[in-house]
């Protein structure tokens, strides 16, 4: 069984530029969220995708968007981006109705 | 304010126990959860405790809930330098999508 995977492992990008992280699911899991972790701080909640669907939304701005493809990968787009956005992505995944979440091991995106 | 906190740092020494604190504030909280981080890595789920339970014991792990004061504790025996990492305390509503809110973690330093 694999685990869930994130790519890239880091990323370094300009102010202004746009940027696409990725996540495969582990085997079986319908539903993926995305966290940003910033340095020394918990991961906050950004999205979570069921079933190629929105399912619920933290408190981050339009330009943090995502996809969820049917073999349940997901991506994580954000446009514009600030130097705020320096941080820890991390995808978890999870199967229908449950708590338990699988984390990947997270992209390092940092923004000069 | 935070909905959940812990303090920052905690050190001990090896063989000792470890007993790591958090409070949280949503007194619908219906899932509270300890997550563990090592350097450069996910997140991985410890254990979890339902709130309709005063304690869970899984091995080495004893959580204990104090659903009065909003207390949560883990308590790690016997701790090891592999124990080294960040705590993280969280907290969720059922519903069925569970999304944890997640303190700022707290850094577990052992030493021999």
């Known amino acids: 069984e694999t685990g869930v995977t994130q790519s890239p492992t880091h990323l370094i990008k300009t102010r202004g530029q746009q940027v696409t992280l990725r996540c495969s699911s582990q085997s079986g899991h319908n539903t993926v969220s995305w966290y940003q972790q910033a340095l020394g701080q918990g991961p906050q909640f950004i999205f979570q995708y069921y079933r190629e669907e929105e399912n619920g939304r933290g408190n981050f701005p339009p330009r943090f968007s995502g996809l969820q493809f049917p073999n349940y990968s997901s991506e994580l787009n954000v446009n514009a981006l600030e130097l705020d956005d320096s941080a820890l992505y991390l995808c978890a995944s999870s199967g229908q109705g449950s708590y338990e979440q699988y984390f990947g091991p997270g992209t390092r995106l940092t923004v000069t | 304010g935070e909905d959940v906190e812990q303090s920052l740092f905690l050190s001990v020494r090896e063989g000792d126990s470890s007993v790591i604190n958090c409070t949280y504030t949503?007194?619908?909280?219906?899932?509270l959860y300890w997550y563990k981080q090592e350097p450069g890595a996910g997140l991985q789920l410890l254990t979890y405790i339902f709130s309709n339970m005063d304690m869970k014991q899984d091995q080495r792990l004893t959580v204990l809930l104090n659903k009065k004061d909003k207390h949560l504790s883990l308590r790690i025996a016997d701790t090891q330098t592999g124990d080294s990492a960040i705590y993280f305390c969280a907290e969720s509503e059922g519903g069925g999508s569970y999304i944890p809110t997640f303190g700022r973690g707290t850094s577990l330093i052992v030493h021999p």
């Open positions: 949503d007194s619908s909280s219906t899932y």
